[in-house]
């Protein structure tokens, strides 16, 4: 039985029937051909970082407008994001009472939110010290890369409120529960992303 | 993955030695992490929930401990730029490794649907197209100049 429980990657529920089970299967392969589609599209912006890494035309450089301090932070929020959604998950998986996954959700989407403000504010900061997408090609593929992970994390926090009302109206339901899965994996690959964004961009242009 | 292209001429010969050691290093890594076996206790009992929490406990400290190595590294300058830059990246596939292990829950040893395919597929790709990108058009950059 257990070794047979892992049929696809992602935390599996227990407890629920066969046919559940197969459907939860063929929804997370789904999910996964996406979230591969979007590691696709994120590592040719990264390349596109590279490559336009030397071409600053004398504008300002990551170093000259940015502190380690604020994404050292960021890191932070985000990585304790990815845990406490963990723990919703596992929530989820042993049927913990609803009150406990909801609050476990609730936290994630306040981490989440934190995170964002945060990254808003660094933009606001580099914007005031000269640094815009358009002032050199460095800055507008910095622009197009990291945006576009808060981005992800915007629409992510609007569909963990989605799933909280969803639970708070039809219960966790199979429907719920895959819905709830599969917002986990996009939440733990955006952590993942952020690792390759903090190490490319912001380490790599700290680096003295 | 950009490696030696800050524009500065680095000494190549100890860059490419560091990042040897570091892939060795990762996939050292990778590979213990990817063939110990997934916990995976009866189902429903309070010991399969506490095995659940585990994983996530030891993904989230292993993470944190590979976050702060990679910036304490650059936050306190001790080694060339060029080493600390090859040292970042090598953390950050560990750490990738560690989440996709203990968050995302993928080990090589018992996913038995495509999924894992998938994956591997993508990393190639995501490997072929990065790396081309940078090695033609930085090569195009450095015959330009």
Same mark, same amino acid.
Request: net charge positive.
């Given at each position: ?173 199979? *429907? ?5 899965? *599969? ?24 680096? *003295? | ?23 060795? %290093? ?73 989440? %996709? ?45």
């Amino acid at each position: 039985m257990s070794a047979n429980e892992m049929k696809h990657p992602g935390l599996n529920p227990v407890g629920v029937d066969e046919r559940t089970r197969e459907q939860a299967g063929g929804a997370v392969f789904g999910f996964w051909v996406f979230l591969m589609s979007d590691a696709v599209l994120f590592a040719l912006l990264f390349a596109t970082y590279g490559v336009m890494l030397p071409a600053t035309v004398g504008g300002p450089t990551l170093a000259s407008v940015y502190k380690i301090l604020p994404v050292f932070l960021e890191t932070l929020i985000l990585l304790s994001s990815s845990f406490t959604f963990g723990m919703a998950s596992v929530a989820l998986r042993h049927s913990a009472p609803r009150a406990q996954l909801l609050g476990w959700m609730g936290v994630t989407l306040a981490l989440g939110l934190a995170f964002l403000g945060m990254e808003l504010h660094d933009f606001a900061t580099m914007f005031g010290n000269g640094a815009y997408p358009t002032r050199s090609g460095y800055l507008s593929s910095f622009f197009a890369l990291v945006p576009l992970h808060g981005l992800h994390v915007f629409f992510g926090c609007i569909w963990i409120v989605v799933m909280m009302v969803q639970l708070l109206t039809f219960g966790p339901d199979a *429907r719920v529960k895959i819905n709830i899965l *599969r917002l986990g994996l996009f939440w733990h690959f955006l952590d993942v992303v952020w690792i390759a964004i903090f190490s490319v961009v912001y380490l790599q242009g700290l680096i *003295r | 993955m950009s490696g030696p292209s800050n524009g500065r001429p680095t000494k190549t010969r100890p860059l490419t030695a560091v990042l040897g050691l570091a892939v060795v %290093f990762s996939s050292a890594v990778l590979a213990t992490l990817f063939l110990s076996p997934v916990a995976e206790p009866m189902r429903g009992s309070d010991d399969s929930r506490r095995a659940d929490i585990r994983t996530y406990v030891i993904g989230y400290l292993l993470a944190l401990m590979l976050t702060g190595a990679a910036f304490a590294i650059v936050y306190w300058p001790t080694l060339a730029s060029a080493t600390t830059l090859a040292v970042v990246l090598g953390l950050a596939l560990v750490q990738m490794a560690v989440h %996709f292990r203990f968050f995302l829950h993928i080990s090589l040893g018992k996913s038995s649907r495509e999924d894992l395919q998938l994956i591997l597929f993508s990393a190639l790709i995501v490997i072929l197209m990065v790396s081309g990108t940078l090695v033609v058009l930085l090569n195009l950059r450095a015959r330009m100049m």
